[in-house]
């Protein structure tokens, strides 16, 4: 997870044939953040906002 200035904020490991990873966004600041997944066949970015 990077802020809007590029800068990585938090970090998770995705469990091994999982649908879905947890991400605490307790611990951040109010803002917007992307998420992004990478793995050998793709690249996703997802935006979202801590209110």
Avoid: F, H, I, K
Avoid at 8 to 25: C, F, N, W
């Amino acid at each position: 997870m990077y802020n809007l200035l590029g800068q990585r904020v938090a970090t998770a490991q995705p469990t091994t044939g999982g649908t879905a990873t947890p991400l605490s966004l307790g611990a951040l600041a109010r803002g917007s953040y992307l998420v992004v997944y990478t793995d050998a066949r793709l690249s996703l970015t997802a935006r979202c906002t801590r209110e």
